[in-house]
Structure formats: C-alpha cells, structure tokens
C-alpha cells in the first residue's frame, strides 16, 4: 500500500479526475476528505470508497471561499488527526470562455476565483497542517494548455492554468526545505464531463484529437495514477515539476494523423 497511514484532501472529488483520485488514494491506504461544492457528488465518492473497504468523509467547500478552505483543512484534521496530502485539483471551464475581445469580465473573474486562487487558499490553510504533520506532498492541477496555445480559445481557463504553474514552482521552492513538496499535475485532454461538455459535437471533439498523437482522449484514472506517484514517498526527490499526463500533446509537432 504505496500511502499507508497518510490523509490526503482532494478538491473536485465528486467528479472526474478528484473523484478516481480518491478511490485510487482509499485502495492504496490512504484515509481521504473528499471536497466539492457539490456535496450529493462527494458523498457519493465517500460511498463508493467505503464499499470498498477504504476510509473517506465528505467535505463540503467552495474552493474560491477562504472560510471554505480554513474548514476544509480543519475537518482533515479533526477526521484523521493531521494531513500529508494535498490535492489542489477543483477546476471549472465556462462555455463562455473564449478570446479576449468576446469573453466577458465576469467569466475571467470567476475562472480565476476557482482555477488560481482556489489553489493559493488551498495552501494558504493546507500548509500550515503539512508542517503540524512533519511535511507533505502537495499537487495542483494545471492543464497541458499551460503550456501550449490553442487556436480555439478559452483565455481565463489557460491563464488561470498557466498562474497554477507558476504558483508551484514558487512554492515548492519556497517549502523545499521544510519537507513539503509541491508539484503540478498537467493533463492532457480527457474524457471527463468537463471537457466533453466544453467540445460539445463530434466535429470539436475530432478537431482536438487530430492534435493527440495517441489519437484518443485521457482517462481519469490515468491522472489518478500520476498523483499516486507525486503523493507517495516514491517522489520523495520530486518537486517544482510539469508532471505532463497527456498522450504525447506537447510533444508533438505533426502528428500521424497530419
Ligand atoms: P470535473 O468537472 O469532472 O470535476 C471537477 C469537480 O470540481 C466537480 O465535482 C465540481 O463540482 C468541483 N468543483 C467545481 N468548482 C468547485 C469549487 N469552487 N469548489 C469545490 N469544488 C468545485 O473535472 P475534471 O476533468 O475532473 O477536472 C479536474 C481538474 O483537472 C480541473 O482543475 C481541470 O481544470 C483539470 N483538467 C482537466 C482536463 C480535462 O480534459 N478534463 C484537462 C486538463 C486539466
């Protein structure tokens, strides 16, 4: 069991990549607070854990709140006694987001809310219970558009992405010394509700799989294992990373399908 013994929070957990996260974080030993602002959706991971045999709770929190972020971290705490994994991993993409010239104020701000400063609140709290626990592991989620542009825009969303990494690179600097890694998990595109309801026809889904050299969309699972890695004591020389899960995407100048 690669995180016996080890707590872990996981925001967005009610859904997609969190919610795999969670499962994967429960069958490796690990006792998890599965957070969402959507509650029937973290219970339902809570419930899928516990038939399982694992440990979870539910916590309900809206990552772009500080008080939501400060209980959170309580309730790890509270729960389980201490923390040593933090995924920072809720994340939203509005319909709405596209170019500068068309995308209105209101879709930045709140992007930026739950995208970026979701992350910076998560460990404005988080640290402090990392360092009460010896030290950690903390994961961000940013997006392979951190470091690619894409001719169908969605600004907020690959702005907010590329502060994530920049956020972690700072921290897991700053933190180095203290035991507490800090690493970026970059996914490619995956087939989880976020994405298939942003690429909302076959023609959009097809323009952006041309671009794929595996020629097929991302698996949650697939990143659950990646945060495994960088959650365990297996990284324990791995910090400031790009972690890139993305089916070859930025590696790619042409790819076989031209
Ligand atoms: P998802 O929509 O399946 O799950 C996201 C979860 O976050 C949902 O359960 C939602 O309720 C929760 N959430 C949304 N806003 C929240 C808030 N303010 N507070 C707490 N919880 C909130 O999405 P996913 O595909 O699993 O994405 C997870 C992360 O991965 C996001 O940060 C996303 O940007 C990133 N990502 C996704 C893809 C992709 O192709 N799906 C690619 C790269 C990066």
């Known amino acids: 069991m690669r995180l016996q013994d080890k707590v872990a929070l996981i925001t967005g957990a009610g859904s997609g990549i969190g919610r795999e996260t969670a499962r994967l974080f429960a069958q490796n030993g690990a006792s998890v607070v599965a957070v969402d602002i959507n509650v029937p959706a973290a219970q339902e991971t809570v419930e899928r854990i516990r038939e399982a045999g694992g440990t979870a709770i539910a916590c309900a929190a ?3 709140r500080a008080a939501d972020c400060e209980h959170m971290v309580q309730e790890a705490e509270r729960a ?24 209105d104020e209101s879709i930045w701000d709140k992007t930026m809310a739950v995208n970026l400063k979701g992350v910076f609140l998560g460990c404005k709290y988080g640290i402090p219970a990392l360092r009460r626990a010896g030290g950690g592991s903390i994961i961000n989620t940013a997006s392979f558009v951190a470091l690619l542009g894409a001719a169908t825009p969605q600004l907020a969303y690959t702005a907010s992405k590329g502060g994530v990494l920049a956020m972690t690179r700072e921290l897991a600097v700053v933190h180095a010394r203290e035991n507490i890694r800090v690493n ?29 050299p595996m020629g097929r969309f991302g698996e949650a699972r697939e990143m659950a294992y990646a945060a495994l890695y960088l959650a365990s004591d297996e990284a324990a020389f791995v910090t400031g990373t790009e972690f ?3 089916g070859g995407i930025t590696a790619a100048y042409v790819t076989p399908e031209g």
């Open 62 to 64: 809206d990552v772009a």
């Open 80 to 103: 389980f006694g201490k923390l040593n994994i933090l995924f920072n991993n809720a994340g939203i993409m509005l319909s709405e987001d596209d170019d500068a010239v068309t995308t």
């Open 184 to 212: 970026a998990l970059c996914p490619g595109p995956l087939r989880t509700e976020l994405l298939m309801k942003f690429l909302d026809s076959e023609e959009k889904r097809q323009r952006r799989l041309v671009h794929i």
């Open 244 to 246: 890139v899960v993305d």
